[in-house]
T-cell receptor
Framework: DGGITQSPKYLFRKEGQNVTLSCEQNLNHDAMYWYRQDPGQGLRLIYYSQIVNDFQKGDIAEGYSVSREKKESFPLTVTSAQKNPTAFYLC??????????????FGPGTRLTVL | GNSVTQMEGPVTLSEEAFLTINCTYTATGYPSLFWYVQYPGEGLQLLLKATKADDKGSNKGFEATYRKETTSFHLEKGSVQVSDSAVYFCALSETGNQFYFGTGTSLTVIP
């Protein structure tokens, strides 16, 4: 089955540590995205990638970093510079970045808790 | 710029009640419109979409009609079930631009 996998589902880290969240897709999509979701709030775009080896900052990129070395993978690193990293992180993909009528597909999410 | 505005929740309904969740949008061109659903602790799933004015998207008893004249895409269901309890997000996508999501509307259906 095609889809997006995120791991782990729950992640606990101590304050000051960097942590990397995994996102893999086998949909052959060019575009991938990372969103942050806080309780009772909508989705905020952290980073997106239109093609391999290219990525752009979203609305709240500070304290985060990404890489896109392979089409199917788009890991997100939450660095110690992120002031309030505890949140639910969602990875998504779409056929292309600005594809208009094509929807985004979402992974199951990773809940990060910083102790 | 582009944006999506949803009615604020939470919404609580009894089983078999009629559901409406309002969504209005602002766009510079001709966007496609989407409704996503998120169950507790999960990612978002596409519920339905409409790609041009007057299109009606439908799925699992839910419907929404793309109204260009009122810039709206309200979600409706004639008879909700307990299993419909979730958070619903309205979204728009326009060629050449990113996805824009509303803030979500939480729905709880009680037996």
């Amino acid at each position: 089955d095609g889809g997006i996998t995120q791991s782990p589902k729950y992640l606990f880290r101590k304050e000051g540590q960097n942590v990397t969240l995994s996102c893999e897709q086998n949909l052959n999509h060019d575009a991938m995205y990372w969103y942050r979701q806080d309780p009772g709030q909508g989705l905020r775009l952290i980073y997106y990638s239109q093609i391999v080896n290219d990525f752009q900052k979203g609305d709240i990129a500070e304290g985060y970093s990404v890489s896109r070395e392979k089409k199917e993978s788009f890991p997100l690193t939450v660095t110690s510079a992120q002031k309030n990293p505890t949140a639910f992180y969602l990875c998504a993909s779409s056929i292309a970045f600005s594809s208009g009528s094509y929807e985004q597909f979402f992974g199951p999410g990773t809940r990060l808790t910083v102790l | 710029g582009n944006s999506v505005t949803q009615m604020e929740g939470p919404v609580t309904l009894s089983e078999e009640a009629f559901l409406t969740i309002n969504c209005t949008y602002t766009a510079t061109g001709y966007p496609s419109l989407f409704w996503y659903v998120q169950y507790p602790g999960e990612g978002l799933q596409l519920l339905l979409k409409a790609t041009k004015a007057d299109d009606k998207g439908s799925n699992k008893g839910f419907e929404a009609t793309y109204r260009k004249e009122t810039t709206s895409f309200h979600l409706e269901k004639g008879s909700v079930q307990v299993s419909d309890s979730a958070v619903y997000f309205c979204a728009l996508s326009e060629t050449g631009n990113q996805f824009y999501f509303g803030t979500g509307t939480s729905l709880t259906v009680i037996p």
